[in-house]
């Protein structure tokens, strides 16, 4: 008889955890991002466990188009980091990996430096069905990598859709890069992108390019300008850098640690991890509830039929609705 695999001793996980074993770090990872029913209740109950040991990273989201640089970047702030005493966590949330079945953000081999290092961990984007199933199990990788003792996570994204709302709503910085471009800057800051930055910082500022980008970052500051802020103890410099050469590195990270101080002193940090945590739980419950509606073959198929009555003007989106209610209710007591 082949022996049932025994579900893993979560005390003694989390313990391992907590020491910083990479071991029990990437177990509990591969836990939090699975999908069997019995894995999520396990991952839940690991959180629970580790919740007291989180909280204390510095978590900066990190966005731009593919090719501004995003993985030099935090390669290059990464190893400047780590030289300084930190651990760095890099998670992604990429939307896109849900389709593909795989992530080109968080790739390790796209940070070589950091990815060599013992005090950096780096994870790919998690594939989990729906945006909101992407960034909540992202949201848990990040607790447990804080519980592990990392003390910053840089979390990546593109700007797809919603994710950077997404990663916006699980870190305490924005962060969106840019190129240096030729008069079409302007046209790269998406209205929402620009409110949710809590600074845009122009990458490849060095050689040719130096002229341009300090002309980019003139461009944006006057885009920024006639937006009014959303805090008044915090208005969103523009900077720019070069993640080749590491020149402006150092400043953004100071920036970084600027704007957690004046978050703290007026109480804007702890007052936007609250509404993080609400934020996540409705996330969650959305998540499952949609997630109710694919739970098996004949719920499916009755959706599918539902949509496709919305679909041809049989029945109306608010009937239908009540339609999938029911179905929902249906499925949790059959
Ligand atoms: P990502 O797709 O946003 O992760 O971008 P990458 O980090 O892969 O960078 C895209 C390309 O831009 C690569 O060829 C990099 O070598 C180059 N690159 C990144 N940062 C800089 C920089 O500061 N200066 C210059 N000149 N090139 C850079």
Sequence with gaps: MIAKPQPPDLPSLAARLRAGDRAALARAITLVESRRADHQAQARELVQILLPSTGDAVRVGITGSPGVGKSTTIDALGMALIAGGHQVAVLAVDPSSTRTGGSILGDKTRMARLSAEHDAYIRPSPSAGTLGGVAAKTREAMLMCEAAGFDVVLVETVGIGQSETAVYDMTDFFLALMLPGAGDELQGIKKGLVELADMIAVNKADGDNLARAKAAAAEYRAALHILAPRSVHWS??????????????????????????????????????????VKWMWAILEDQLKAGL????????????????????????????????????????P
């Design 236 to 277: 969103p410099p523009v900077m720019t850098y070069s993640a080749l050469t590491g020149d402006g590195i150092i400043e953004l990270w100071q920036k970084i640690l600027a704007h957690r101080d004046a978050m703290t002193a007026s109480g804007e940090f702890a007052a936007r991890r609250r509404e993080q945590q």
């Design 294 to 333: 694919r739970s098996d073959a004949s719920i499916r198929a009755q959706v599918r039929q539902i949509e496709v009555a919305v679909a041809e003007g049989r029945t109306t989106p608010s009937m239908a609705a009540a339609d999938l209610m029911r179905l929902l209710q249906a499925s949790w007591h």
